[in-house]
C-alpha cells in the first residue's frame, strides 16, 4: 500500500543530530519522541561526577545511536530549572528512561557492569 511507508517513516524517532543543545530541551526532547535516554546531574568538581562523567564516556561508542546521553552540569546557573525540576540534591545522580518515559535513578558512583547492565535494559525493548 503506498501510504504505509510513509506512516510508518512519521512514527520513527528523529534522528540524534536533531536533539536541542540545552539539557533541558533535550529531556523534552527524548521524551516527545521515545527514546531511550541518560541523564547524568553532576558537577565539574566533586571527585565521584568527575568518575561518573569518565564511566559514562567510556562506555556511551557502544550504546550511541540508541540512547540519547544527556549532561546536565548542576553547577551550571543555566540548568538551575531542570535540577530543581528533577529533584537533584544529590550527585552524581542518573536517570536512565524508557522509550516509554518510564524512569530509573541512581544516586552515586556506579561500577561499569550496572551501568552497562541499565543501557542494557534500555536497549532491549527497542
Not at 529531556?27 to 519522541?33: L, N, R, T
Not at 543555566?78 to 544516586?107: E, K, M
Amino acid at each position: 500500500m503506498p501510504g504505509a511507508p510513509a506512516a510508518e517513516a512519521m512514527s520513527a524517532p528523529a534522528p540524534l543530530d536533531a536533539l536541542p543543545p540545552d539539557p533541558a530541551g533535550q529531556v523534552d526532547w527524548v521524551v516527545k519522541h521515545g527514546m531511550p535516554a541518560l541523564i547524568l546531574f553532576h558537577s565539574t568538581n566533586c571527585k565521584p561526577c568527575i568518575a561518573m562523567t569518565a564511566l559514562v564516556e567510556q562506555v556511551r561508542p557502544a550504546y550511541e545511536g540508541r540512547v540519547a546521553f544527556i549532561d546536565v552540569v548542576t553547577n551550571d546557573n543555566a540548568n538551575a530549572n531542570l535540577v530543581r525540576r528533577a529533584g537533584i540534591n544529590t550527585i552524581p545522580t542518573t536517570f536512565f528512561v524508557s522509550a516509554s518515559g518510564a524512569g530509573q535513578a541512581y544516586i552515586g558512583l556506579m561500577e561499569e557492569a550496572d551501568l552497562r547492565a541499565e543501557l542494557d535494559r534500555l536497549t532491549a525493548a527497542e
